[in-house]
Nanobody, 121 residues
Framework: QGSLMESGGGQVQAGGNLTLACASS???????LGWYRQGPGPQRVLVAS???????NYRESAKGRFTISRDNAKNTVYLYMNDLKPEDTGVYYC????????????????WGQGTQVTVFS
């Protein structure tokens, strides 16, 4: 088993940038990792994921603006968010530690505590 811990959320004006980080422990870093967003409703949606080979996938609305990457030496996965929009607002959760692939409905059982991202216009 292992754990995940997010950092880097905050408030930013539309068009601004934020970087989220998720530090993992245990054997999680050898498996798929992803970022989910939870808006006002209960469902968490997958924003981006990256597998152990470095292959990444993005939600359509994130393509061209967000980049997910992993630093193997630091056991950390990052989400670089550029040109943020108000609709990107939500709590961002790191998820991982299973085989994947991750989707809106297929996710690993281990979550971080979440970090709030607020984009105001």
């Amino acid at each position: 088993q292992g754990s995940l811990m997010e950092s880097g959320g905050g408030q930013v004006q539309a068009g601004g940038n934020l970087t989220l980080a998720c530090a993992s422990s245990g054997s999680f870093f050898t498996k798929v990792l992803g970022w989910y967003r939870q808006g006002p409703g209960p469902q968490r949606v997958l924003v981006a994921s990256i597998d152990e080979s470095g292959r990444s996938n993005y939600r359509e609305s994130a393509k061209g603006r967000f980049t997910i990457s992993r630093d193997n030496a630091k056991n950390t996965v990052y989400l670089y968010m550029n040109d943020l929009k108000p609709e990107d607002t939500g709590v961002y959760y790191c998820n991982g530690g299973c085989r994947g692939p991750l989707t809106d409905y297929d996710m690993c059982s281990t979550w971080g505590q979440g970090t709030q991202v607020t984009v105001f216009s």
